[in-house]
């Protein structure tokens, strides 16, 4: 297995792992529908596959961001997927390890992640790579153009 940086010809692949990543099979049938072509391209975004024998099996996405409370920057962990059938085998574990590691790299003081109320066996990875409860998430759908 390895751990590699996205690339614009990835884009199928990562479509269909986030099809399943939201349990949508049909979200993403029409181009546009994703922002993965402008994300690859921003800056202080980034985002990082695990593969398997040329299958991507997994990912996680996060960004570099600067905050008024900290004097140092922190990460925001956006998304983070291991395909079900090969949870447990250290691939998130890998997959997390990349974004901790940048932090460490680039002076970070936090990584934050957001994680829906339900998924208690994700909680419990995260507290067992020493992330702790620290906040409720919220969000307001707005109508876009």
Do not use: W
């Amino acid at each position: 297995m390895k751990i590699r940086k996205a690339k614009k010809t990835d884009y199928k692949k990562v479509i269909e792992l986030y099809a399943d990543f939201v349990n949508q099979p049909d979200r993403y049938k029409n181009s546009g529908d994703d922002s993965f072509l402008k994300a690859i391209k921003t800056p202080c975004f980034y985002i990082y596959l695990a593969e398997i024998k040329n299958k991507v099996v997994g990912f996680i996405t996060f960004s570099k961001r600067i905050v008024i409370r900290y004097p140092n920057p922190i990460i925001e962990v956006e998304e983070f997927y291991v395909i079900p059938e090969l949870r447990r085998q250290g691939i998130g574990k890998k997959l997390m390890q990349k974004a901790l590691n940048f932090a460490q790299k680039n002076n970070c003081k936090y990584v934050f992640l957001a994680s829906s109320k339900d998924r208690v066996s994700a909680h419990k990875f995260y507290k067992a790579l020493g992330f702790d409860e620290y906040a409720f998430h919220y969000r307001r759908a707005l109508s876009c153009s």
